[in-house]
């Protein structure tokens, strides 16, 4: 992951011009960080308070969570898709003999691997970087997946 | 046993490798390394054992080496490139192994994708490569294992007819301190190049490698797929191209390849 490029006070400056205009989805990316915000409804008057669902996490402290451009949440801004970060091949477990590292239903914290993608014998061990549940595995294990093609669905907790 | 002073008379790097752990006996180097990749001073250090005991071939399979004769290694490599730019690591490496087996053993071997080297069709040695994220950097885990002094009767019967040794192919002892240090050597220049390239040209000095490979039939198992066709290339992202009905050709990124005459 590189360095965060946009500190939180751009992000809210980001927000607030989102807000006044009649833009109603915008997606910015920056050295690995996507920010998208959404309004829900294009057809409600601005000065309704269009609710705003964006891939930046307000926490309560309000601290701004960001996460790398591959672990995004869902349009729904409930869960996260982890995506592959490389073209190769999915492992769910590190031998065929090993069991997977992961089943859905699982509770993963960050840091802990969740899968193996390997190209020409480099084997990428990919983390979790939310607490949550696993709720999809998506490729079988096996199987070629291409660069950001969902793997995971983890609901975070 | 391993003399270190040979080692680093031979040793030219400016940073890989200047730092060298000899271990009698280990699991797996790479295991070791990975453990260990809190401690700095392993981020460019080569680690080389006598004796591994679970060498790491690929998704959990054995290397199997005897004590003494042979060199098992890892090395950890940090680096801010990104990700899909490192896919081509490994195939940096195998050049790099490829070119100090010419300059110490006078013998040049071919890559048999992606990175066995292989001589005559027989293996001579095997690169695996583990991924980890430390803080802001990716840590490549390289672990390498090639035969160099073992005599025939050494190897298991079941790998006598697939490997070989420089040993065996030169009829000469070498120095594996000073073979791994000419590796060490190569390591470094090919690593720096793929961070100052980037993959591109790594991959057109790797297809002088393959060569000899392609238009042959190959069969490749990766993962639960069994791709069968012809070889006809290797694509710009470092992919196997199989041509498997004429006109229909398949990306390969990983697996396992055969191929036949």
Redesign the interface.
């Known amino acids: 992951m590189g360095q965060l490029s946009m500190n939180f006070s751009e992000i809210k400056k980001l927000i607030r011009l989102f807000e006044g205009s009649e833009v109603t989805e915008l997606e910015v990316e920056q050295e690995g960080i996507r920010v998208l915000m959404k309004k829900n409804s294009p057809s409600i008057p601005l000065q309704n308070q269009i609710p705003i669902s964006t891939e930046i996490v307000h926490t309560q402290s309000p601290e701004v969570v960001l996460r790398p451009a591959h672990q995004k949440p869902d349009r729904s801004g409930l869960s996260n898709i982890l995506e592959s970060p490389m073209v190769g091949t999915f492992y769910r477990a590190s031998s065929p003999t090993s069991p997977s590292y992961v089943e859905v239903g699982d509770m993963v914290k960050p840091g802990q691997i969740l899968c193996i993608v390997e190209a020409m014998k480099l084997m990428n061990e990919i983390e979790s970087e939310v607490t949550g549940k696993v709720s999809k595995i998506f490729p079988e294990s096996g199987k070629p997946v291409e660069f950001g093609e969902p793997l995971f669905e983890i609901d975070p907790i | 046993m391993f003399d270190r002073d040979i080692y680093f008379n031979f040793l030219k790097t400016s940073r890989l490798g200047k730092e060298l752990v000899t271990l009698d006996i280990v699991d797996s180097t790479n295991a070791w390394v990975a453990e260990r990749l809190d401690e700095q001073r392993l981020h460019f250090a080569v680690v080389v054992a006598e004796n591994q005991t679970e060498g790491r071939g690929?998704?959990?399979?054995n290397w199997l080496s005897p004590p003494l004769v042979n060199l098992a290694f890892s090395l950890a490599w940090g680096t801010n490139i990104d990700?899909?730019n490192?896919?081509?690591?490994?195939?940096a490496a195998g050049i790099a192994l490829c070119c100090a087996c010419q300059e110490v053993a006078k013998l040049t071997p071919e890559l048999k994708y992606?990175?066995d080297l292989v001589f005559n069709g027989k293996k001579l040695g095997g690169?695996?490569?583990?991924?980890?994220?430390q803080g802001?950097q990716n840590i490549?885990v390289l672990g390498i294992g090639v035969n160099v002094n073992t005599q025939n009767n050494q190897f298991p019967e079941e790998l006598q007819r697939t490997s070989t040794s420089l040993f065996q192919l030169t009829g000469m002892s070498l120095s594996r301190e000073k073979l791994l240090a000419s590796m060490i050597n190569h390591l470094e220049l090919w690593l720096d190049f793929l961070s100052e390239n980037g993959s591109k040209l790594v991959i057109e000095e790797y297809r002088k490698y393959c060569s000899t490979f392609i238009q042959r039939e190959v069969e490749v198992i990766?993962?639960?797929?069994i791709i069968v066709g012809v070889a006809i290339g290797i694509d710009d992202?470092?992919?196997l191209l199989v041509e498997v009905s004429p006109g229909v050709v398949e990306t390969?990124?990983?697996?396992e390849t055969r191929f036949f005459d």
Do not use: F
């Open positions: 690929r998704l959990g399979r990700i899909k490192l896919n081509t690591v490994t195939l992606p990175n690169i695996l490569a583990e991924l980890r994220q802001d490549v990766s993962g639960s797929r992202n470092g992919g390969v990124y990983s697996g």
